[in-house]
């Protein structure tokens, strides 16, 4: 694993600053989504990295690739470690996005298929299986060089044999007494950690928790835990 494992996603635009507050940048990245980027502009990344953290910047960019390269490009000067395309955007996007995202010193990771997509959606949406349309996105990742992928859990194994120099960043997590939420294809964090996963995406159980540091830690330790 590496150093910073755990990505808390800020949930509720709303009431997020809580969170910041009791949450350690030694111990975990921030997630900016799109919801709570729209509500706030960039605004909410000035005040992730005024906190210290490190940002995943998941909004998806998906678009001609040179409007994707200036969009990427305008983000230079935030502390972004990841940012997020989506792959269906096809070879050159995405070798597009790779160069501007190592201009402002981050990674860019591509989305396959959503984790709340099930086996009927896919089909409607792809005219294919989950497992093959996944298999196709992370050929097209690995024929693109781009630095990682996220994947629902149930997809680690295959990451591991196709892109197995990658990042993984694995949406989908829960501990075992949680509620699934929107998210068909779901894994605990010490599952998905021993399958490969490099970074676990972590919202609703730790940012709908009365006490949520103490939440954050229980995931912490299950994980690190011998």
Not at 96 to 114: M, N, P, R
Not at 155 to 179: C, H, M, V, W, Y
Not at 192 to 199: E, F, K, N, Q, R
Not at 203 to 220: L, Q, V
């Amino acid at each position: 694993m590496t150093e910073k494992n755990i990505i808390v996603a800020l949930d509720d635009p709303l009431d997020y600053q809580g969170m910041l507050e009791v949450l350690d940048p030694k111990k975990c990245i921030i997630k900016v989504g799109s919801v709570i980027f729209n509500y706030h502009g960039r605004k909410i990344l000035d005040e992730v990295a005024d906190h210290g953290f490190e940002i995943f910047f998941d909004i998806k960019f998906h678009d001609i690739p040179n409007t994707v390269s200036k969009s990427i490009e305008s983000f230079k000067g935030y502390p972004i470690k990841l940012l997020t395309i989506h792959l269906s955007g096809g070879s050159s996007m995405i070798k597009s996005a790779l160069v501007s995202s190592k201009s402002i010193d981050s990674k860019c990771i591509g989305v396959s298929i959503l984790t709340s997509i099930n086996e009927k959606e896919s089909k409607e949406i792809y005219n294919q299986e989950i497992p093959k349309t996944v298999s196709s996105m992370f050929n097209l990742a690995n024929e693109t060089d781009i630095d990682g992928v996220v994947c629902s859990p149930h997809e680690l194994k295959l990451a591991g044999n196709l892109l197995q120099d990658k990042i993984k960043i694995t949406p989908g997590i829960r501990l075992s007494d949680s509620n699934s939420d929107d998210q068909s294809r779901v894994m605990t964090p010490k599952e998905a950690i021993d399958l490969g996963a490099t970074y676990l995406v972590i919202g609703r159980p730790i940012t709908s928790h009365k006490d949520k540091a103490s939440a954050f830690e229980k995931i912490y330790q299950s994980i690190y835990e011998k």
